[in-house]
Nanobody, 115 residues
């Protein structure tokens, strides 16, 4: 079974940076689209960024210019580089894998932006 495990969350000051990782098990990773979503306290989950199996990326408006999604297919890992972090970026960030009828989620990693 495919499993997604996020890591890299933690406490960071406003303006700081954080790099999230999502490690996937199984051979399906290379042909799957990957994404990052986040859910802040009291809010609905929202899309942060996506990357196709071919490497095409898409970002939410709040992430453009600050966040970068990338993937390393040899390591079955997708990354989210987060720069210029703001308090409103505080949320649980979850990794998502999609391919046809598959829609898998990790448990998430908490990012707290606070001084």
């Amino acid at each position: 079974q495919v499993q997604l495990v996020e890591s890299g969350g933690g406490l960071v000051q406003p303006g700081g940076s954080l790099r999230l990782s999502c490690a996937a098990s199984g051979s399906i990773f290379r042909i799957a689209a990957m994404g990052w979503h986040r859910q802040a306290p009291g809010k609905q989950r929202e899309l942060v960024a996506t990357i196709t199996s071919g490497g095409s990326t898409n970002y939410a408006d709040f992430a453009k210019g600050r966040f970068t999604i990338s993937r390393d297919n040899d390591k079955n890992t997708v990354f989210l580089q987060m720069n210029s972090l703001k308090p409103e970026d505080t949320a649980v960030y979850s990794c998502n894998l999609r391919r046809y009828n598959m829609d898998l989620w990790g448990e998430g990693t908490l990012v707290t932006v606070s001084s």
